[in-house]
Structures are given as structure tokens and as C-alpha cells.
């Protein structure tokens, strides 16, 4: 991209280029993330009305309410946002901007297709975990900063929730990572290209249960469904986010949104083979037509996958969350030690002993088998940037692996990353 | 008359405590003296042929004529009633008893009367007869913790006694 | 409420170490139903006590009662329990009759059958939905309440009030159904039978469900009875008392000739009597009870309610047969300043919340001389203490909401 | 922002030098419990600075720590945890039985 | 289009200088607030800045986990102390002005010294030449995982003979930290279980009335629970009448 801006304004390799680039980048995500937050809102509410029989919204701005968030974003921002006396000002002001720069950080390193990235993070899959950590602080801040005692008693008991579901949500990752031997995101969304068997989520029993274990640690992670603790009107103690109003309480929701949005991206990349659709149409419309066009149309067919995929993971949660009563404070906790870490662990030892017995996975079954990305440290083996790397087709190498790139000698032939699709691997 | 078995054996076992028993009434009552109460209750509750487990309420019916032209034809003197209706859960059985206590405690304005309470043998008694000390004015010995439950604690006056007076006002809140 | 300084002299400060606190489950909280106020002594998680405060809805009926007629102080039952106010009629009607010794024609008694077991099913559904908003999910609610308004448009029809309705009078109802009301209301019914495996798989059956009712607030038969509870609650623990059956007379000859079973588990066996209701060949079987729901626990509390909605439906198909074979009278209803006697009678009918008792004294002249109202939740709240004792604080709107009280019926 | 030219190691240290010294003299000056761990935080930070500064190829490609730097600091942040876990249940046990977090009245050694 | 590996010469610097400003002007502010809540968070702050200073440094996989472990950790479990201690007179807790004066002549001379170590020794001043291969090479944490496990990957080229054997790794301290991590687990846990029980005796405390509620309570099952009578309900004064015999 950066290139392409540069040769536009012909300033060769200045770093104006880059500085676009990345404005691009970021804008982009803010519209992900801002558009995302609008239509999530506004498909809870008809969702929601579909489960419990009745239409939603359907008066405001045409015939299916579509405007009917943009109402509501606006009555928000035209309310008056006070901030209580006893609260800690400067801590209750910037709880909310915490919340949102944290799921919306987690965004840079999410690859929406094979190339394009925001910021290409090698320890992607850290990266977005690590990020979604700091969300935790948001909701203590604002418990605390409230100044009263029932917003600080359930920002504890939330607190407690996330971050007691960090420990499951960070096992299950590491499965996918195992298996696909790189943290990150772009590589692991490319080797489940091909067929939906190659998907993740298919490979063994064991990669299945993970996934499960996954989604249902990300809905309590991000608070949504049964884990609502924070928001648990029916108890005694409302939750953090009472003493907020107007604006201030729509960037809270943002937040969880987009965060929502990040986790079941996140699950698509990792588990549901990314961007790559379960029929591999992008990879063939991007080899008929070749070239660089050939490889834009099968990236924004790319992206447009993940979107559909990350979409259909949030209905899931709105779905769950309309149907399920909530859990009990300890119900939640005891769900998190007996169930999810056990399972998660078992999942992990599971998929490791199947990987290492090297049994039959489903892609290599139907006889797709995805490419291998394993490189092999041998020793005494000099590991130099080796001469054969597929020259890209004049589009910047997104990642010069060089660990791709050796050449050693024994059996499994190392075939190279495709780094566009255009190329495609050979099988 | 005495044939009724539950009459005959109250009768044996209380003697003069059972003051009166009408069985011309639409539901059978049989009165008892204040001081007796509580026994005749836990024997009740107990009697293998009746077991009146469920104490299904306590009511206080203020009998004062405040309108002097039909005081003068009323055949009864101004008393309380305290009624209590029993059912048994296992023989499907009702019972009415009945106990009649002066308006004030011997005769002085503002004294509540007394009756024993039988909170002890019915759980479910407690409230109702906070609810009857709350609005009829009847202080039952020996209950738990006798507050009001219905009206605010600082409310004076019982509404349900005919003689009760609306108060003028309340924190602020005209009365009459 | 006060402001988070509470100033409120009897509630302990939050001091240093999470200990005694005592909090305020203020009248109006979302999940306590109507104007019930809860003051919790809790330790951190755990509620060591419970006390209810009551009389936010107190509207002195009794005393209004020694003011005007028996006809007079009909719209004043409605508004005792108002989810279900036929079933006050019903009882305040019977207990006028039984003073008055009055016998009500065949067909009244029918037409009493169909509204009243209509009522309860209403009632019924009002608290599947707000018990499912209690333990947080929203959609029972308004599933349960598009049923409701099916009913309540009957009752429009009959009547033409949705909620007071002042219909069943003493010595009959103010009005016949309509003619054509049967076909509607067998209707309603047809496409009801659909809808109630629905509920059940919404809620009943409902794993998360389960796990926040089941083996929670378990009370004993002896506890039950000892606490004068009665109806759903009474049955949940599973004695068998139903005033339909074991009720008085008067009352359960109106339910004369009917075929329906109370529903209420056999303590050993701890099974419910079976379902043998045929519907559309396939019998409408009840879901079978979860291991770990244990007899006289908020689940089985609710269960009970689920399939009486299921009997009353019986009852509702049958009573229309029988009302159409009747014709002429129906029962109108007494004169306005109708001379009561100077006796006393005692009646209590089996509302959907449980036993709803009326005493009225009459003094010779229109105006009873003293009027009572024994409520059902009054006495279903009233264990309430002693069964929250040291649960979690997320159990409370359970408990609470399993017994299904009804604010305006406890305060009068 | 030209003038320092292009960024050295001696830039990182300087940095992990004034974090550390900020570090000491919070230890030094905080009387709550829970304030000194924070200046042990930060002295801790203050040495992975140099950790990674020595470690890392790109400030110097030929004479660095290569991996080394980076695994220390990667233990140091693990052991960090694990520290200022035990010092939380010390300062939690600490104050429930003394009421109190002051680190002055911190001064009888029993229970 | 990789920012940082490109427009080699000015990012470094700008985002350096930036990184380097939030965390130390954060560290001060960590020093000078007096609200322990609001030092916390500044605390926050300053360490997520330093983990912007490791990926400057090329150190990605150490910067990710700081963020994650360090800061998503470490820090939250810090702010939940803060949380349960911080009640109403101890959140500002302001320390006395002649420790001030002290602890900033010491502070202040160590700070002389180590700046002067810092910028003393004549390789670290030098701007080395960086090129696109440094930067690249540290864009990998395959290598890390690896010398966790005792692969010694980066220096395959002196083969001595630790790391043909494999043992010129970090295998064995990283077994150590893990049991190190657990030990430290379990004491927490322990140290920090509440204490409730053990001072329950005292009748003050709810949970022993609890107890001795549940104690005398135990429900003992209704005689008759069987209440199977099926006859209608009548007064039990009424004389036997002859029809009700059922």
C-alpha cells in the first residue's frame, strides 16, 4: 500500500508514503469498528425481536429501522454526561477511552485477508490477547471512579471474570498455534486456505472441543450472555457502567462491541479458516484473472469472508444471549476452574498427541492436504536468506520469512509460503 | 348436642374453658376462654383425629356501635372478637374458634387487650397477628417480635377499631 | 433513595473489612415484584438474613369494606391480586352467597369454571415470564404475555376490561359470554396446546435454568404447612392440598362432575401424577424432572405452576361443553343494597397464588359489619426469612420470584 | 529532533537508569504498602531496559547479547509476577489483621 | 509494508522519544501522586509505554508478553490490592517532607552516576549502522521458543559442543521458573484465604449463626406426609350427617 501511495505521488521511498498508509490503515479500522458498532446495535435489537417473536425496530429511517441506531447515538450524544461528586474525576473520565483503545488496538494486528493487515505483528496472536487484557482495566477504573459502592462491587466481581477467563482463552489459542507452528495470524489464516476441510476447527476431535471451549470463554471474556454479571439488573448491585450517561456510556458499548467483533474474528481466523471461504472461490478467481487485479478481487473476496464469519460468531452471541438466564457469581467462577481450564487443557494435550502421532487430520483425509509450514532447525545446517525465494510478482514480500526459505535437504518438501494467492500452491 | 366427638373431647379435656359452641352459625364456631387458648391450639394441632395443622388466618372483629339510635337495639355489649380459622391439611377438616376480649384492657382508654399468641404453635400466626395488633389494636403475649407490619412504624391509632380517627396529619400529609 | 452517604441511621457503615453490611433490596428494585422491600444483612456473597418490609401498597380495603355493600366493594378485590382479579371475584361472590345461602343456576356455575380457570392460566403465564426476567433472560416474558393478551382479549369480550374486571358478582356475573365467545375461546386454546412445549423448552428445561433453580430454597412439607403456605407453593413441597378438591362445599360443587388431577409429586416416589391429556394423538407428557431438583426447591415450585396451566386447560374444554348444554339463566347478580344477615361466614377459594380467604360479619342491614381478606402471598412471603438464610446474594430474586407474591394482594 | 541522531543504547539506558532511580525513591518514599511494590515494578522495568537494550540486533547488530537479553527479561517478567503475587498476599494478610496499610505501623513482628 | 524496517531513520527516533516521555513522565507521575489509585494507573500507563520501547528494540515477543503478562497480570492483581485495601483514610497517604528532601539527594546522585555509566562507555554511544537484515532478523519468535526448549538457534554457528549436544539452551532454568510459578501459586492461595473461619467462633460473625441455624433446623419429614384423604372439606362441628360418608 505504502508503495502504491508513493509511486502515486512519486516521491519514491519517502516516509510521507508511509504516513498515509498507516492514516489509511487506521482509518479503516475506525470505520470497522465505529460502522460495527452501529449495525451490532442495531441487529441485537432485531435479532432480539425475532427470538421473542415480535420485529425490532421498523420506523425509524425506512421500512427496517435502519437508522434506528443513529437515533440512538444521537439522543446519546445530545444527553447530558455528569460525572458524580464523589467519583474520581480524571479516572472517570478516561475509563471509557481505555476500554475503547484496548478493543481497538486489538484490531491493528488482525489480518482481514492474506495481505491486508494493518501492522504486520509476527506474534500476532499475543498480540491480540495481550491487548484484550488491558480491557479489565477499563471496568475496575470505572467501578472505582463511580464512587459508589454497589459500581465497585460488581466492577470487582467483572474483573475477576475476565481476567479468570484469560487463563482458558490463552490455552485454547495455543492450540491452533501448535498445530500451525507460527503465532502469526496471516500465515495461520493461509494454511487453512483450500477446502473447508483444511479448516482448523475440522483437523481433529480435539482442535473441535477447543474450538468450543474458545467461543465460550471469549463470550465470558468480553462479558456477553450468560456471564453478564456486570450489567445483572435482576441482582442487588447494578454494575460499573450506572453512573455513566450520554456519550460517555455509548464508548463503553462501543467497546464491548468491537471487542465482541475482535473476539470471534479471532475465532474465524483461528479455528474457521480466516479468510478463505469454505469452497476456495477467491484462490480461483485470483489465478484465472492473475496479475495484481486477480490478487486484489480474491483479497476483498478475502475480507469479505472474514467479515461474513466474525458477523455470523456475533449473531451466535446475541443469539445465546437472548435465550440463556444468567449465571450466578459462582456458578461463573466454578464454570471457569472445572470446566473450561480441563477441557482446555485437555484439548491442548489432545491435539499435541495428535499432531505428534501424526494421525490422520481431515484435510489430509479428502486428500488436500494443506501446505507445510514446519521449518526444520537442523544443525550445522548455515541458515542463510536463500536465493530461491519466489520472487513476489513485483508486490513487496508482506514478510520475508527466511525461515521458509531453507533449503534442506531431507524429505518434506518445503513448499514455499504463497505469499498471494495468485500463486497458489502447487497440490 | 354433645355428641359431636371434638366437642365432647374439648369439653373433657378443658372443661369450663370452652365457654360456648354454636352450631346454628353458617360456619360452626366454638368460643374459648383467652386463658386456655394456647392448649386447646397445641391440643389441636396434635389430636389424632383432627390435627388442625394450618392456621389459615386471625381476625379481629370490633364489635361497638358508635351510632347511639342502634346502640340501643343491639343485643351485645362492645367487645373484640378474635376469630381464628383452622384447617387440617391431612382430614381435610375446618374449625372456627373464637375468643371475646374487652375493647381496652379493664376499661382504661388506650390499654390494648390481651390474648396469649399461639406464634409457638403456628409459624404463619406471627404475621397475622402483627397484622391484627397492627390494625385492630390487640397486644398478643409472648409474640416474638409484636411490631407493625402494614402501617409505618410511627403511626398511631389502629384504622380498623370503628371508633378509630382519621390522624389530622402525617409528616406533612393532611389527613382529614 | 439515599444518596451513597447512606444516612439512614440503622444501616451499619460499609466498615474497613467486607463484614456485616446491611443492604436495602429497596421497594422499588427491578426484580422485587411491585413495592417489596428487602433489607439484607450480608457478609461480602453470603445474605446471613432477610427481613421483608411490607405496606408500601396498603390501601386500606378492609376498613373501605365496613363502608359500602357487598356489590359496592367488588372492584376493591380486583385490585387485590390484579394478575389474577377473577379469581377475587370468584371469591368474594361465593362467600356473599354462602352468607345469603343463594344458589347459583347450573349454567353460573360453568360460566364461573371457564373464567375462573382462564384466570389462572393468565395468572400463570405472568409468572413464568417475570420469573424468567428474575434470573435474567428476557424472552419468556414476552412470550408468556402474547398468550396473555390473547386471554385478556376474551376477557375484553366477556366483560370489557383487560385487567379490574369486576365480572363474577355475587349471584352470578354482570354478563353472559357473548354469543360465538366459546369458538374463540376453544381456538385460543387449540393453538395454546402448541405453545406450551415451547414454554417448557424455554425455560423449564433449560440447562442454566436448572442450575439457578433447582435444590434452591428447598422447604419442607412440614415448614410449608407451618407457614400457612398454600397453592403452587404448598403443592411444590409436595402436599397434597388443592382447594378445588378438598375446599369447602360450596365451592368444590361448582368443580362437580369435572375430571382433572391436582398436581402435586408423591413425596416417596416424588413423581407428578401422569400426563394422560391427549392432544392431537400425542399426550402433551410433561418434561421429566432434573436429578438434581430436589422436592420443595424453587424448580419443582415452578414445575407445579407449568403443568396446572396444563389442567386448567382440561378443565376450560370441558366446562365449554357443559356451559353450551346449559342455556337460560346465568346467575344476575344481587340487588344493589342486597340485605345481608347478621351472621358471619368464612370461605376461601384456590386462587392461582394459592388460598384467597374472605370473612364477612353481617349486622341485618347492606353494609357488612366487618370484612377480611386472607391473602395467599401474604403467608407465601412470610418464608421468606427463614428460607434465605444463608444463600448468595444472586439467589434472593430466585427464591423470591419462585413463590410468586403479588404486592397488592399482601398490603390490601 | 534531528539532533540526537540515531538511537543508541546508551539512549535505552538512559531511559531504564531513570526508571530505576524512580523506582528506588518511590520504595524510598511511599508509606502505603501497595505504593512500594509499585516502585519495585518500576525498578524492575528499569533493568529489563537494559536487558533488552544489550540484547537487542537492531541497536547492535554484532556485539549484542543476541537472544540472551531478551530470555532474561522474558524470566524477569515472569518472576515478577510470581513476586508481587506473595507480596499481595502478605500486604492483604497484613492488613486484615492490622486494619491498617501504613508501612510505618508496620513495626511488631508477631502475626 | 513494513513501517519501522523501511523509514529506517526518523521513526526510530520519534517514536523512541515518545515511548520514552509517556514512561517516564508517567514514572513521575507514579512518584509524585498521592491517590494510590491514581498511581496504579499511571503505573499502567508507564509500563505499557516501556513495552512500546521493547518493540522499538526489536524485542516483539518479550514487548507482547510484558503487555500481556506484565501489565495484564501483574498489574491487574496489583489493582485488586489496591482495590480491597484502599478504603477511606489510606488512599492518600502523603509522606513526610524531610523524607522527600532525602530521598531526592540520593535519588538524584544515583541517577548522576548511572547516566554517566550509561553514556560513558564509547560502543554504546556510537550510532551503529542498522539495515534491513537486523531489522528482519528479530521478526521471528520461533528462535525464542526454541532456545526456551535448549536450541540454542542464533548460534548454530559456533557449534561448540554445548550446543550439539543441545544443552546450550535455557531449558533447564525455564523448568525451574515453572515450578517456581506453581510453589508461588499454592503459597498465595494459602496466605491469602479468607480467615473468616477460623475467627467464625465468635457468635458476631454471620456464618456461625448460619451454622447454628442449620443445625437446630434439620427438617424432620411430615409424619402424615402421605395426605392422601380424598373427601371434601367440612366443618368439624357439623353433626355427621349421613351423606358425607364417602
Known sequence: ???????????????????????????????????GALLFIWMERKISGRIQDR????????????LQTLADGIKLIAKEDITPDLADRFLFKIAPYVGLAASYAAFIALPFADGVVAQHVNTAVFFVLAVLGLEVFSVILAGYAS??????????????????????????????????????????????????????????????????????????????APFDLAEAESELVAGFHTEYSGLRWSLFFMAEYSSMFVVSALASILFFGGSHGPIPVGQWIGETIGGTWGLNISRIIGVGNLLLKGLIGVTVMMWIRWTFPRLRIDQVMTMCLKYCVPLAALGFIGATTWQYLDLPTANSLVGNPRYEKHEMWTEGVEVTPAADASPASG???????????????DSVTVKTLPVSVVKGGER | MSEIPLVSELRAKFGEGIIDVNLEAIDEWVELNPSVLVEVCQFLKEAEGFRFDMCNSITVVDYLETDPKKAAKVDWEPHLEVVYHLSSIATKLTLVLKVKIPRWKNGVEGELPTVPSVAGVWATADWHEREAYDLSGVNF???????????????????????????????????? | MATSKIDDPRVIEFDVRTDEMLINMGPQHPSTHGVLRLVLRTDGEVVSDVE??????????????????????????DRMDYLAAMNMNLGWSLVIEKLLEYDLPERGRHLRVIISEMGRIASHLVAMGTYGLDLGSFTPFLYGFREREKILNLFEEACGARLTYSYLTPGGATADLPVGWTDKCRQFLNQFKEVIPELHTLLTTNSIFVSRTAGIGVMSAKMAVDYGCTGPVLRGSGVYHDLRFHGEERYTEMYEGYVFDVI???????????????FHGDSLDYPEIPRQAILGDCWHRFYVRMLEVVQSVRLIEQAIEKYEATSGDWGTPIKLVQKLPAKEAYMETEAPRGQMGFYVVGNGDSIPWRVRARSSSFCNLSVTAPLCQGILLADIPAIVGSLDVVMGEIDR | MLLIGTVTVSWYLAVGAVLFVLGAVCMATKRNLLGVLMGVELVLNGANMNFIAFGSKVLRPEGSLGLDGQLIALFVIVLAAAEAAVALAIALNFYNNHNTVDVDRANELNG | MDLIAVAW????????????????????????????????????????????????????????????????????LLIFGVMLTAQKDFINMDTHTQDWILATIVGGSLLMVLLFGAFGAEDWRTPQDINDAHVSATKEATPLGLALTGIRVDTLGESTDAVADGKSGYLMPFIIVSFHLLVVLIGAAYMARTKKLSHATDDKSSRAKLMLFKMEHEEEPLEEAKYVVTHKGKSALNPLDPNDED
Open chain 1, 1 to 35: 500500500m505504502a508503495d502504491f501511495i508513493n509511486n502515486i505521488f512519486g516521491i519514491g521511498d519517502s516516509w510521507v508514503g508511509y504516513l498515509i498508509a498507516a492514516l489509511i490503515a487506521a482509518v479503516l479500522i475506525l470505520h470497522v469498528v465505529a460502522v
Open chain 1, 55 to 66: 420485529l425490532g425496530p421498523t420506523r425509524v429511517g425506512g421500512k427496517y429501522g435502519w
Open chain 1, 147 to 224: 464512587g459508589s459502592k454497589w459500581s465497585l462491587f460488581g466492577a470487582m466481581r467483572e474483573a475477576a471474570q475476565v481476567v479468570s477467563y484469560e487463563v482458558p482463552l490463552g490455552m485454547c489459542v495455543v492450540v491452533p498455534v501448535m498445530i500451525c507452528g507460527t503465532m502469526n495470524l496471516t500465515t495461520i489464516g493461509n494454511m487453512q486456505a483450500g477446502l473447508f476441510t483444511n479448516w482448523l476447527v475440522f483437523n481433529d476431535p480435539f482442535t473441535f472441543l477447543t474450538a468450543i471451549i474458545y467461543f465460550t470463554c471469549a463470550t465470558a471474556g468480553v462479558n456477553r
Open chain 1, 395 to 409: 508486490i513487496p514480500d508482506p514478510e520475508p520469512h527466511q525461515e521458509d526459505k531453507t533449503a534442506n535437504a
Open chain 2, 141 to 176: 403475649l409472648g409474640h416474638p417480635h409484636l411490631k407493625r407490619i402494614l402501617c409505618p412504624d410511627d403511626w398511631e391509632g389502629h384504622p380498623l377499631r370503628k371508633d378509630y380517627e382519621m390522624p389530622l396529619e402525617y409528616h406533612g400529609i393532611r389527613g382529614r
Open chain 3, 52 to 77: 421483608p418490609h411490607l405496606g408500601y401498597l396498603h390501601r386500606c380495603a378492609e376498613k373501605i369494606g365496613e363502608n359500602l355493600t357487598a356489590r359496592q366493594w367488588i372492584p376493591y378485590t
Open chain 3, 264 to 278: 402435586c409429586a408423591d413425596p416417596e416416589t416424588g413423581k407428578y401424577p401422569e400426563s394422560n391429556y391427549e
Open chain 5, 9 to 76: 531513520p526518523y521513526w526510530h527516533q520519534f517514536f523512541f522519544i515518545i515511548f520514552a516521555t509517556i514512561a517516564i513522565g508517567f514514572g513521575f507521575g507514579v512518584l509524585l501522586s498521592k491517590n494510590v489509585v491514581r498511581m496504579a494507573f499511571y503505573l499502567v500507563l508507564s509500563l505499557g509505554s516501556t513495552a512500546g520501547l521493547f518493540f522499538l528494540a526489536g524485542a516483539e515477543f518479550v514487548g507482547a508478553m510484558q503487555l500481556m503478562i506484565y501489565v495484564g497480570g501483574t498489574l491487574v
